[in-house]
Every structure is written in C-alpha cells, then in structure tokens.
C-alpha cells in the first residue's frame, strides 16, 4: 500500500445542499429534517443544512429558511450552509450561532470550462480570472497566512470536450502565480469536477503532476461527481496519493442541472467510501451503520431509488454478522437489508435445502 495513504479524512457529507437540491421541491419540510437529523448521528463534525439561493433557480431550496428556524442542533456540530452572495449571507448569518457561515476562506476559484462557467455561474472564465485579484487583496489585508485555489472541471467538459492535463496545469500556474506575488502560499487545492469527467489515471496523473511541482500543496479536496460510474476508483486513487478531503451524498443523491446529466451526475455515495475507507484502515469518524439508516431515510423520502451500494448490501459480515449458512433464497433488494433488518425480510422465500442435502451433511475434517 503507498505510504501517502493517510491515516484520518474528512468526508463531507452534503446530502442536505447537494443531495436536495436537484430532488423534488414537494418533499416536505418535516421530512428534510427527519434526514437532517439522522445526518447529524453519523458522525459528521461540520454539516451544511442547504444554500440560501434564490428559489427561482433552486426550487427545492425555497424552504431554508423555515430549516434553518426548526432544525434542532446536536451538540458538538457545526452546522453551516452556502452562501453564493451577499443577500444569502446576510440570511443565513441572522440565524447565527447555531447556523455560522462566518468562517474566512481565502481561496480563488475558476472554471477550466468557459461554457459551464457560463451557464453555472453566469459569469465567463475571463471574469472568473479577473475576480482573484480581489479575492487576493482581500486575503492580503486580512494577514492571511494561507490560500487555496479549486479548479472548475479540471477534466473534461460535457460542451467543449476532454481537456489535456498541461491546460489544466496551465490554469493552476495561474492561479498559484497569483497568490504567490502577494507572499501567500497555496496549502490547498480543490479539484471541482460537477461534470463527472474523472477517471481513476486522469485524476492520478493530476495528482502526481501537482504534487511534483507544487511540494508546498499539503491539502487535495476531491469533488469528483460519478456520472460516469467510476468515482469510487478515481476517490482510491486519490487516497493513495494522499488526498484527504472529499465531498459524497447518501446514496449518490445530488447531480447538476446546468452539466446536461441532472440527477445522473450524482456523487459518490457516503456509504460506500466510508466503507472503502474503513476497510483499508483509515479512519473518518463516521459510524457506518448509522451511515446506512440515514441513507435509507434519504431514498425514503425522494422517493426513487438511489446507487448507493453500501445501503443496500450491507458492510463485509463478520463474525456474528455473517450470514446464516441454511437461509433462504434472497433476490429482491428488501430482502437483502436483511443485515440490518433482520431475517423477517425474507421469511416468506423458498428454501430448497432438506435434510441429507450438502447444507446438512458433516463438514469433512
């Protein structure tokens, strides 16, 4: 196993802004804190209930303010939310502390893609690049000790096609060239891919690449959306370099309506890569068994199925955990959450197996 592989991550579930915000507005609000609240069991240190964005644009989020009013804090949380604007802040800061969106963040970000850019920021790349001189300023001011810098699809686009790894080591230049003429040292980048152009050697060849030139970069933040199936591979490849923060969603939910895929640009499911983390022995402070109820209270109140594996199979059995060796058939998916809901699920299924069959039969020592 590499030695980069770190020890601790941060997953950042964002199943409440992310998740919900390409889902149906009609889920009703008792529901949304329903999964709220089992979110805030799982272990998550830092929670974001949603984004104060205009409703014209962001349906589902036209309830956060009554959110934010009933939600009920559990101890040793923070809960936050995004902000994209001054209006937004200047809501979400009025219910400040127990929602707090006050935390300084130097950072700059921009799209390697000025069509997506565009059309999910409403701004073009050029005004993207010409905004971190103000970011910059800000953070001079302010004595900022550290910056960091997020790259916009640094993969591919759904509009302008593949991207080759040198123009996306071009913007980075940039970008760190900026914050390096102001004495402010990039700590952090953040590699944004809302399109789900990620693959497992595209990401490790960034990585690798990034690590090479820029040896002061401490922190890699992995926003990989899995619109094409293999996040979970490009997210093992991050680890093994050494990555340490990555965003997921319960069950994958979430997506883009502005990449042309919507719901199908989904997220990694937090389920499965805190399973996969826990399995190569790395520890993210998740506890996954209630990872999984609170997954199954997200699908529960879509709606729909969501890809979450994890939820629905169940983690590696072990010990007492390990399956019944004369138990039934099991084919539906509810009667596969017999792990967690016990063998009533599949009661009523056919069990061929009689006496004198093999399952019977002395184990040969």
Known sequence: MSSLLPKSVNIVD????????????????????????A??????????????????????????????ERFAPKPGIEYTAAIFNKRGYD???????????????????????????????NRTQAEMIAAMDIAVQDAVEADAQSASVAIGNPFGSNFEGPFSLSKSMDLLELMTAKWAAAGIPVKKVSLLDAMGWNMPHTVRAMIETI????PAI?????????????TIASCYEALTLGATQFDTSLGGMGGCPYCGNGRTAGHVPTEDLVNLCHEMGIETGYDLEKVIAAAVIAEE????????????????????ACYPIDMPFVETPEEAAHFRAGPKVYANQMSPWRDGDALTRPSRV
């Open 14 to 37: 964002d199943t409440m802004r992310e998740g919900l915000q390409i889902e149906s507005p009609d889920i009703p609000v008792s529901e949304k804190l329903r999964l709220l609240d």
């Open 39 to 68: 979110i805030g069991e799982m272990g998550a240190k830092v929670i974001s209930i949603g984004s104060f964005a205009h409703p014209k644009w962001t349906p589902s989020m036209a309830c956060i303010d009554e959110i934010a």
């Open 91 to 121: 809501r979400a800061d009025s219910y400040f502390p127990k929602l707090n969106v006050r935390g300084r963040k130097f950072a700059t970000h921009v799209e390697l893609c000025d069509s997506f850019a565009r059309r999910n920021y």
């Open 211 to 214: 690590r090479d030139k820029y």
């Open 218 to 230: 401490e922190t890699y933040h992995m926003h990989l959306h899995d619109t094409r199936g293999v």
């Open 301 to 320: 109140i879509v709606g729909h199925p969501l890809k979450g594996h994890v939820s629905k199979s169940g983690p590696l059995p072990r010990g007492e």
